[in-house]
């Protein structure tokens, strides 16, 4: 084994901390200074990352390095340890790439705003602990990086803190947000107090030992809970909603691409690794079933949405909720459909973040009724978001239909494998979920770059070519992964599975070979994925056979009468709403520019479904007490079931 | 002697989570999520308590299998966790001074401009 390459995991994660140090020494001098050690900085845990990929993803090595060197001694772990293997790596470059496009941004849609040494400090120390994170083999050692991603993501959220929301926005991600640290210190203090290690790879191998222990498996509902808060899961949504509507764009893409990412690793190590437990109906139940309600709750939250930024965080929720769902149904071919998509969703939704930012720095604005026509004033910008927006609504060629069109395989595969309704229904919601996505984002094109161009954006400029860099790395990627879904398969997927499937090798790796063994861990692994290909034709055929029957009966079942019926109902409602806000899709005459009813393109759903909007809105009060109740509520739930029924 | 640590770890995490749910006033949820990691940091340092264990301060020649003390590693994660949650409350605190300027109430049921 090269023992150079050994030190590569810690030289990254110190590089980015020191980085964030020397950044606040030079930067009050010089900016120059301070944008070029950020940039160092980034580029090195990139390169460093990327010279780790061809001994873990491609020879399939596990690489530890211990901390001072106490390695173990007579089985026990006392130490601290980096353990990269290839799921680490796999979510170690999603960060480093986010972190590198996010900063390159930052340089120029940041130049408005003062005190940037802080923000740079905050930005390199944030980007430290979530490849801290995602790099550690130690729990208390992950627990550390959640809190420092925390502070530094809420003070990064407050950064404009003269901006409206910005302050209160910031405060109930710090207090709702305390409940996930808290829930995931008292599992850690659990597990410690029955198996005497913090290391992962030893607890991993003591868990089976202990059968039927109740504290065991509370401490699981505990960390379960801990690092769904940080996925920003249903119930804990309304946080990234607040967060990201106030954040600058650059930490948005933090947020949302990197952020939750740690929330779906945490989940994944956790429920593979730790517990092995994903074979138990009961916890596919469980993750499975909190990822479909986040997927389903937050697309339709989006569309009462009238901030641009909010309503792209709400979807960030809804797609990481497909992740979840993937990765609860147990299978092999879930779990890499799931990590595909987390891939994908740090790609597509980084990418409508900066072009919302492009749209804020440019306009100062990302109200969607006001805002429109902006594709004659920047057209690049527009081309970005449409590529953007047909990715993460699963359309073909880009990567978001390349990863869902897994999602679904998955689902349906487990469904029919078990005959469990459970599982098809999940498969539905999921493709529901994406035909919502496209409509929303249908709504956000037409209000924000298409119809009537408001008079006071009629001097608006394109972005700067430093911003639009950044985006066209992003868009690049959207289209290279959806073109060649098998070599993302072959080359990233594939042993990032094996190894959330292999502990065995995990605990051999860090504890000398035959310790799993010893502690009655058989060897996993993954030999090949059983997935047909997107690209294949029998697929189409069949999905155009079920669209043309679709169609088909549809247009049998609506006789023309019911049409009329339909629409003499729907205008006699229409008299009935009180609300000026229905009708601007058809009289328009209430502004100039009410460009037809922009964001209220789905006015007539929105009407048939107002009693659950209506409730759904009233849910996200906005009170910091209720959302903490909400939390409390569901960490309740899930460790009353987890005791109860496991 | 232990169980009473632990009834009164989850006492005081419940106390904690009660006035963070009902109190209306920020000050008195950040009290809340201070007690909430009060509890938290008894329960660790109690995990690792052994009954009759001396303090665990030797050198490598004192050190032999006879000796009998009390777990380190708890001491050491309660001291981090005390330092993370004194943290969080400066950092609430200073951002509620922030709010109190801009909002000009500590009521949470009007610091609800993001709602919905």
């Known amino acids: ?646 | 002697m232990m169980a009473v640590n632990y009834i009164g770890s989850f006492a005081l995490i419940a106390l904690g989570l009660y006035c963070m749910v009902a109190k209306h006033n920020l000050i008195k949820v950040i009290i809340g999520m201070g007690l909430v990691d009060y509890g938290t940091n008894l329960l660790i340092v109690s995990v690792g308590f052994n009954p009759g264990g001396t303090a665990p301060i030797f050198t490598i020649a004192e050190l032999t299998r006879e000796s009998f003390f009390v777990d380190p590693v708890p001491q050491a994660l309660t001291l981090t966790s005390i330092v993370i949650g004194a943290c969080m409350t400066a950092m609430s605190l200073s951002l509620v001074i922030k709010l109190r300027e801009q909002y000009g109430t500590l009521d949470t049921r009007k610091i609800r401009r993001l709602n919905g």
Request: aromatic share 12%; net charge neutral; with cysteine.
């Open chain 1, 1 to 646: 084994m090269n023992t150079f390459l050994n030190n590569f995991p810690i030289l990254a994660i110190m590089i980015l901390f020191v980085g964030a140090f020397v950044t606040s020494l030079v930067g009050r001098r010089s900016a120059l200074a301070r944008n070029g050690v950020v940039l160092v900085s980034m580029t090195a845990a990139l390169a460093m990352m990327l010279a780790l990929v061809k001994p873990v993803l491609l020879d399939g090595q596990i690489i530890t390095y211990w901390l001072g060197n106490w390695e173990p001694v007579e089985g026990w772990a006392f130490g601290i340890c980096l353990e990269v293997d290839a799921l680490s790596l796999f979510f170690g470059l999603i960060v480093t790439v986010a972190v590198f496009v996010s900063g390159v941004y930052s340089f120029t849609y940041m130049n408005h705003d003062d005190s940037l040494v802080n923000y740079y400090t905050l930005f390199l120390m944030l980007s430290g602990s979530v490849l801290g994170l995602v790099l550690s083999g130690d729990l208390f050692n992950i627990f550390v990086m959640v809190e420092i991603m925390t502070f530094t993501a809420v003070a990064l959220t407050a950064f404009r803190n003269t901006y409206e929301g910005a302050l209160e926005g910031a405060l109930k991600y710090l207090v709702v947000g305390s409940l996930g640290s808290t829930s995931l210190l008292v599992g850690i203090a659990m597990l410690y107090s029955q198996l005497h290690t913090l290391n992962l790879a030893q607890i991993s191998a003591l868990i089976p030992g202990q059968g039927a222990n109740p504290v065991i498996i509370a401490a699981f509902a505990f960390l379960f809970m801990g690092f769904a808060t940080k996925a920003f899961l249903f119930p804990f949504q309304p946080l990234a909603a607040d967060a990201h509507a106030v954040a600058p764009a650059s930490i948005s893409l933090m947020i949302s691409g990197v952020l939750t990412k740690c929330g779906v690793y945490g989940i994944i190590r956790l429920c593979y690794v730790l517990y092995e437990n994903l074979n138990q109906p009961l916890v596919q139940y469980l993750v499975t079933g909190f990822g479909a309600v986040s997927m389903f709750i937050c697309v339709t939250m989006a569309f009462n949405q009238h901030n641009f930024k909010r309503l792209l965080a709400f979807h960030s929720i809804s797609q990481v909720g497909y992740v979840i769902t993937a990765v609860g149904l147990g299978s092999a071919l879930g779990v890499s459909a799931g990590l595909y998509h987390a891939m994908n969703h740090t790609i597509f939704k980084g990418l409508l973040f900066l072009t919302a930012g492009a749209v804020q720095h440019q306009t100062g604005s990302l109200d969607l009724d006001s805002l429109g026509g902006l594709s004659k004033r920047m057209p690049r910008t527009t081309l970005l978001f449409l590529i953007g927006a047909a990715s993460i609504s699963g359309l073909p060629p880009f990567n978001g239909f390349a990863s869902k069109w897994m999602i679904y395989q998955a689902a349906f595969q487990r469904g029919a494998a078990t005959g469990n309704f459970f599982f098809l229904f999940v498969c539905i919601v999921a493709l529901i979920t994406s035909v919502l996505t496209l409509a929303s984002f249908i709504k956000v094109a037409q209000s924000v770059f298409f119809g009537q161009l408001p008079e006071q954006y009629k001097e608006v400029k394109e972005v700067p070519l430093a911003m639009r860099i950044p985006m066209w790395i992003l868009a690049v990627l959207c289209i290279v992964t959806g073109l060649f879904p098998t070599q993302v398969q072959n080359y990233l997927l594939l042993p990032a599975t094996s190894a959330a499937f292999n502990a065995a090798n995990y605990i051999d790796q860090a504890m000398g070979l035959g310790y799993a063994a010893a502690h009655g861990i058989a060897t996993g692994g993954v030999a090949g994925l059983m997935v047909s290909d997107c690209w294949n034709p029998t697929s189409w055929l069949m999905l155009l056979f079920c669209i043309t029957c679709a169609v088909a009966i549809v247009a049998l079942l609506a006789s023309p009468n019911d049409l009329k019926d339909a629409h003499i109902s729907s205008c006699d409602e229409q008299a009935e709403v009180l609300d000026a806000k229905y009708e601007s899709f058809f009289s328009g005459e209430e502004s100039v520019y009410s460009q037809v009813g922009g964001s209220d393109l789905f006015w007539g759903f929105k009407h048939n479904w107002r009693k659950y909007f209506s409730y759904m809105h009233d849910w996200h009060s906005g009170i910091v007490n209720d959302y903490t109740l909400y939390g409390v509520v569901a960490i309740a739930f899930v460790l009353l079931a987890c005791i109860i029924l496991l």
